[in-house]
């Protein structure tokens, strides 16, 4: 089952997003998207409404900041945080299925999202649809393979992290991405990775969040048990602590 965003899922997500690992990756994300006044941008997923604050800031008055998510728990954090901004636009809905009119938009952007979507094609023909031509669409996931997390039993580290994996549908996305882009009609123009580095232990950090949902979810999965999720937990957090993971990046326009 993969993560809820329910309630108390979406203000885990907004706790998580608001630490400076990943304050610093939206940053990234919104320099390589370049935003510019006036144009019209979607952010599919937008969740608590972090990055759709800062487009309706770099789009302006003029501009639009539209953002979908099908969870109305996420909806509300975001009207909460961008709801009052005048280009924001805030509706419920899926990336399978994009309530916009064909070519309508400048850009789509969408930070960890696709890899909880079941079905890419379907969501990739949607971005191939809404974007203009000349337009761009920007998309972040991580691969969980990209973890690097420092522990004593690393047997029961790979048992956790397989577990973990059930938490959304792709776990390795990003390799797929220009196959998968490409077969939807569009040209890949750049790829990156975007680094989290916690080199020590600070409970403000994305790792050390993240490290306690990842306890509570593998409890009862994978033959693990709650005592196993703890020990997991208290074995990342003794001794040297490190933790390193990459999220991707891809830049993409229509052929
Ligand atoms: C990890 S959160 C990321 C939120 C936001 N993009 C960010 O980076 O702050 C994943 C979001 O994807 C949304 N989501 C899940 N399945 C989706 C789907 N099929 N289409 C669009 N959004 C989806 C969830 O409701 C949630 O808000």
Request: with cysteine; proline share 7%.
């Amino acid at each position: 089952m993969t993560l809820a965003f329910d309630s108390d899922g979406a203000r885990e997500i907004e706790r998580l997003y608001s630490t400076p690992d990943i304050v610093r990756q939206r940053a990234e994300v919104l320099a390589l998207l370049a935003p510019r006044p006036g144009e019209r941008i979607l952010d599919v997923g937008s969740g608590p409404g972090f990055l759709l604050e800062d487009l309706a800031a770099a789009v302006g008055p003029d501009g639009a900041a539209h953002g979908i998510d099908p969870s109305p728990a996420m909806n509300a954090l975001a009207a909460r945080r961008a709801g009052a901004l005048p280009a924001v636009t805030l509706a419920l809905g899926t990336a399978e299925s994009l309530p916009y009119p064909d070519g309508d938009l400048d850009a789509v952007v969408s930070t960890q999202v696709y890899e909880y979507v079941p079905d890419i094609p379907r969501a990739f023909a949607e971005l191939r649809r809404v974007v203009r031509p000349g337009g761009r669409v920007l998309l972040l996931d991580t691969d969980w393979d990209s973890v690097v997390w420092h522990v004593a039993d690393r047997d029961r580290h790979a048992r956790v992290m397989a577990a973990w994996e059930e938490h959304l549908v792709h776990p390795h996305l990003p390799a797929t991405w220009a196959r998968r882009l490409a077969d939807a009609g569009f040209r890949v123009t750049a790829q990156t990775a975007i680094p989290i580095l916690n080199p020590r232990f600070d409970e403000n950090s994305y790792s050390a969040l993240i490290a306690r949902t990842i306890a509570a979810y593998v409890a009862n999965r994978g033959g693990l048990t709650a005592a196993d999720g703890e020990a997991w937990l208290a074995d990342v957090r003794g001794g040297d602590y490190f933790f390193s993971m990459n999220r991707f990046c891809v830049l993409a326009e229509p052929e």
